[in-house]
């Protein structure tokens, strides 16, 4: 088999690192989609707990949808850095999760959870807001293309 010029690799490297940036851009614009329908549920469920007057149920889950939003636009942030600067934002992964551990702790049934589950909870909750803590964006960001 024939060996690869050196600009010969190059024009293929530079046309193969063309795919991963489409599908970014793919991630990006579903995840567009998703966060646009994902704020009308979290509208419509506001506009149900006003309308049957279920409080309790109704804020839980206006609260919940809420969140998932939140959780679907940090994603569509992470995608759009990684685009702008080829690094993916680790801090935002731990936000993210921190995130989604919350929105769990809201809607879990308490009279139906193990102490052992709010104990590996609480454990992963220190872990995440201590990453959050300590990690400086600019510093800690994962560079996945050299």
């Excluded at 979290?42 to 707990?49: G, R």
């Amino acid at each position: 088999m024939p060996e690869l010029s050196e600009e010969r690799a190059n024009q293929l490297v530079n046309t193969l690192s063309v795919i991963p940036v489409a599908i970014y851009i793919g991630v990006a614009a579903l995840l567009s989609i998703i966060a646009i329908l994902s704020l009308m549920v979290s509208f419509l469920e506001v506009i149900e707990m006003l309308t049957t007057m279920q409080w309790e149920k109704g804020i839980t889950q206006s609260i919940y949808s809420l969140l998932s939003t939140i959780i679907i636009i940090e994603l569509f942030e992470t995608v759009t850095v990684y685009l702008k600067t080829k690094k993916v934002p680790v801090r935002t992964f731990l936000i993210v999760a921190l995130t989604a551990l919350i929105r769990h702790l809201i809607v879990i049934n308490i009279n139906d959870t193990e102490f052992y589950n709010y104990l590996g909870i609480s454990v992963v909750m220190a872990v995440l807001i201590a990453g959050i803590y300590l990690i400086k964006e600019d510093i800690h960001s994962v560079n996945l293309i050299n």
